[in-house]
């Protein structure tokens, strides 16, 4: 009788090239670099965030402080509800939603309005519009269109 290789946990042959290199000690100073380096990127992005708010604190901007926060936690609200959604079993907001043909055409007419009113914000030649806190919730919209839009053209 021929003797079968060792099969591990996820499938994968043990003597395959790419279990022995994600096993490695290399791979795993790697893994170790990689949470630095996210925890000193957070550290700046907190860092920023604070001298933002508190120049708009400071400045008596209270509505655009308290409109960044809402947003931000409407945004961090809907990634959360997404990532809750079950890998592989159907949900009832889904179906009716997002996969609908209905919804398939709603994003669509979303996505031209979006690329529309942009447009027209370009065309004005504003420096908010352009650069500033316009353009990034412009961005942030026009990624929540796109990815609803796949979602609902290839989400069966």
Known sequence: MIAQP?????????????????????????????YVFAFLFFGVVIVSLYAAFRAA???GHWLAFVTAIGLGAAMVAIFFKVAMVPDRRYTAWVRNLITNINARYFFGLLLVLWMVAMGSLALLN?????????????????????????????GE
């Open 57 to 59: 604190i400071e400045n």
């Open 6 to 34: 060792s099969v591990g946990a996820t499938g994968a042959n043990a003597s395959d090239p790419l279990v022995a290199l994600i096993d490695s000690r290399s791979m795993e100073k790697l893994a170790r670099l990689a």
């Open 126 to 154: 504003l420096k908010a519009t352009q650069v500033g806190g316009l353009a990034l919730i412009g961005l942030f919209a026009g990624i929540f269109i796109f990815m609803g839009f796949i979602w609902s053209v290839i």
